[in-house]
């Protein structure tokens, strides 16, 4: 039984090949094309050389083109490496470096960076271009001219569920790891291999093509770029099971609507308050219609009280999910979110998943009521990509069983569900008590002004650290200091009101949406406060 991600699809196209699989912009393909076309890519890329195990960096937006190139790998048992967009040429460097890439795969816009990275990075030997409407000159092979040389044939040679599948942390906090897991493993935990709500395990590799088969269909809306996990998986997921995938080449939320409506979108999948916010402000400003939607789910990112208040309102009809995990975890634990239910402050409050339990600092299982690391038993990944130290850090045996413990805290309630609490890299210790900045930036962002915030530690001779925030106000307003202090107090203990304030104006965040610590780090330590609180409680503006 090859439980394997270019099987999964394989299956896929088999039953229903005139299903339209993707659509992005103004072009679409259908399971039939999909499958030509990736088959046409592996042939070029095989006749170049490639096979199992080679790394092929995927720099790109969202297009057709990047989940024919993720096929395309799969198919010959080589791994996709995601490459950051956004990144400089150092980080490039770095990456490119790292991830030891054999080929790259690239829209024509980037050639000048990959001109300036591929010289210092000699593992690189191909090079494919994708026009993307840029007129810009580039050294490679033009992405269609390869595939116009290539086979339609599915000739491959057999694949297995222990091929390797490689996704790259986005970095926010520190370097970019790659982390390492099985196709079975992933695909359990993150593809639909198991049952999301129920926790049952599908049977074979054939389930969700034959459920597929059962139904027309629906189209989903995955609005993060494919350079992060969730974006990778509501995608693949949806192709193994027979569902339309639109594909965004870049956020932009009054599009998504547009979209929506015109592709009748019945699921929309976003990465918490950085889409969730704008989208829904563009939905009331804009009149779109929304029908079409029975579910948003939001992954991977803080979805804030606030924010599902106002899709709750706006959208009454419309089931939201929330949904925790990692690139190290996959999926933890799942909420469905109903209006006028209680919700605690920071993140989600979930139903653990399968074998998802909160430890202790002596890797037990903690008791109702406690604060500890959330962790996972069962497909696990394999470790860090060239970094078995670090890999030895994230896994512990719990009753002779290995579960990964990625760095999230979490509390355990009462009722034996679970409060997501933020990445313990990220928590601020102030006097010795542990602030974590998602349940902060929540607090602010509930303010009517503040339109997005971030929420870092900065040094402070008193209490070793400060809570800081970097506050986004909403278009045509001007925070009121005092009362957005007093405003988070009623929303959390005051030891975690942020005693700094930067007013800028945009958040910084990586494609995916979610926060950029790094850079927040950096702005605090290179500009002067806004707006401080001083010895005795009292507050000072101090720039403008």
């Known amino acids: 039984m090859a439980l394997n991600i270019a099987d999964l699809f394989e299956h896929a196209a088999d039953a229903f090949p005139e299903r339209v699989a993707i659509a992005c912009g103004e072009r679409s393909a259908t399971y039939a094309d999909l499958e030509r076309r990736a088959n046409r890519l592996a042939h070029h890329l095989a006749g170049q050389g490639f096979g199992p195990g080679d790394h092929i960096g995927l720099y790109s937006r969202n297009s057709i083109e990047a989940i024919e190139t993720i096929l395309a790998a799969y198919k010959l048992r080589a791994v996709v490496i995601n490459v950051n967009y956004r990144y400089v040429e150092n980080e490039l460097r770095y990456l490119f470096d790292d991830a030891d890439l054999a080929a790259v795969v690239h829209e024509r816009r980037f050639a000048p960076l990959v001109d300036a990275v591929v010289p210092h990075t000699p593992t690189v030997r191909h090079r494919l271009v994708v026009a993307d409407g840029t007129d810009t000159a580039f050294d490679g092979t033009a992405y269609e001219e390869a595939l116009a040389g290539g086979s339609d044939a599915r000739d491959?040679?057999?694949?297995?569920?222990?091929?390797?599948?490689?996704?790259?942390?986005?970095?926010?906090?520190?370097?970019?790891?790659?982390?390492?897991?099985?196709?079975?493993?992933?695909?359990?935990?993150?593809?639909?291999?198991?049952?999301?709500?129920?926790?049952?395990?599908?049977?074979?590799?054939?389930?969700?093509?034959?459920?597929?088969?059962?139904?027309?269909?629906?189209?989903?809306?995955?609005?993060?770029?494919?350079?992060?996990?969730?974006?990778?998986?509501?995608?693949?997921?949806?192709?193994?099971?027979?569902?339309?995938?639109?594909?965004?080449?870049q956020f932009d939320p009054h599009e998504v609507w547009r979209a929506v409506a015109r592709h009748q979108v019945r699921v929309l999948t976003i990465v918490g308050d950085a889409m969730?916010?704008?989208?829904?402000?563009?939905?009331?400003?804009?009149?779109?219609?929304?029908?079409?939607?029975?579910?948003?789910?939001?992954?991977?990112?803080?979805?804030?009280?606030?924010?599902?208040?106002?899709?709750?309102?706006?959208?009454?009809?419309?089931?939201?999910?929330?949904?925790?995990?990692?690139?190290?975890?996959?999926?933890?634990?799942?909420?469905?979110?109903?209006?006028?239910?209680?919700?605690?402050?920071?993140?989600?409050?979930?139903?653990g998943g399968p074998d998802t339990v909160v430890i202790g600092e002596d890797d037990r299982p903690v008791a109702p009521g406690q604060v500890g690391r959330l962790a996972r038993g069962g497909h696990v990944p394999l470790g860090y990509y060239k970094d078995p130290e670090k890999s030895a850090t994230i896994f512990v045996e719990i009753d002779?069983?290995?579960?990964?413990?990625?760095?999230?805290?979490?509390?355990?309630?009462?009722?034996?569900?679970?409060?997501?609490?933020?990445?313990?890299?990220?928590?601020?210790?102030?006097?010795?008590?542990?602030?974590?900045?998602?349940?902060?930036?929540?607090?602010?962002?509930?303010?009517?002004?503040?339109?997005?915030?971030?929420?870092?530690?900065?040094?402070?001779?008193?209490?070793?650290?400060?809570?800081?925030?970097?506050?986004?106000?909403?278009?045509?307003?001007?925070?009121?200091?005092?009362?957005?202090?007093?405003?988070?107090?009623?929303?959390?203990?005051?030891?975690?009101?942020?005693?700094?304030?930067?007013?800028?104006?945009?958040?910084?965040?990586?494609?995916?949406?979610?926060?950029?610590?790094?850079?927040?780090?950096?702005?605090?330590?290179?500009?002067?406060?806004?707006?401080?609180?001083?010895?005795?409680?009292?507050?000072?503006?101090?720039?403008?």
């Open 276 to 351: 969730a916010r704008p989208l829904i402000e563009a939905y009331e400003r804009g009149g779109y219609d929304a029908s079409s939607l029975v579910a948003i789910s939001s992954h991977a990112a803080l979805f804030s009280r606030s924010v599902k208040d106002q899709y709750l309102a706006a959208l009454p009809n419309v089931v939201l999910t929330d949904a925790i995990g990692s690139s190290e975890s996959g999926f933890n634990g799942l909420a469905m979110v109903v209006k006028g239910a209680p919700q605690s402050g920071g993140g989600p409050t979930v139903r």
């Open 156 to 249: 491959f040679p057999e694949r297995s569920g222990d091929d390797l599948y490689i996704l790259f942390t986005g970095g926010t906090t520190g370097k970019p790891k790659g982390v390492m897991w099985r196709h079975e493993d992933v695909w359990r935990v993150l593809g639909g291999g198991i049952d999301f709500v129920t926790g049952e395990a599908l049977p074979d590799e054939w389930e969700q093509s034959r459920r597929g088969a059962d139904s027309p269909g629906m189209t989903r809306l995955a609005c993060a770029p494919l350079i992060h996990g969730a974006a990778q998986w509501a995608a693949l997921a949806a192709l193994f099971g027979g569902d339309t995938v639109v594909l965004m080449p």
């Open 400 to 544: 002779g069983a290995r579960h990964v413990v990625p760095g999230d805290y979490a509390r355990l309630e009462e009722d034996g569900s679970i409060t997501l609490l933020g990445r313990g890299n990220v928590s601020i210790n102030t006097a010795g008590e542990k602030v974590f900045p998602e349940e902060v930036e929540a607090a602010l962002k509930s303010h009517p002004d503040v339109f997005d915030a971030l929420v870092v530690g900065v040094p402070d001779e008193r209490l070793g650290q400060r809570v800081a925030a970097l506050v986004q106000p909403r278009s045509g307003t001007t925070i009121d200091f005092a009362a957005l202090d007093a405003h988070v107090r009623t929303q959390v203990a005051g030891y975690k009101t942020p005693r700094s304030l930067w007013v800028v104006d945009q958040v910084g965040r990586a494609p995916s949406a979610k926060p950029d610590y790094r850079w927040a780090k950096e702005y605090t330590s290179t500009h002067v406060p806004t707006w401080q609180a001083t010895a005795g409680g009292t507050h000072a503006q101090l720039s403008v």
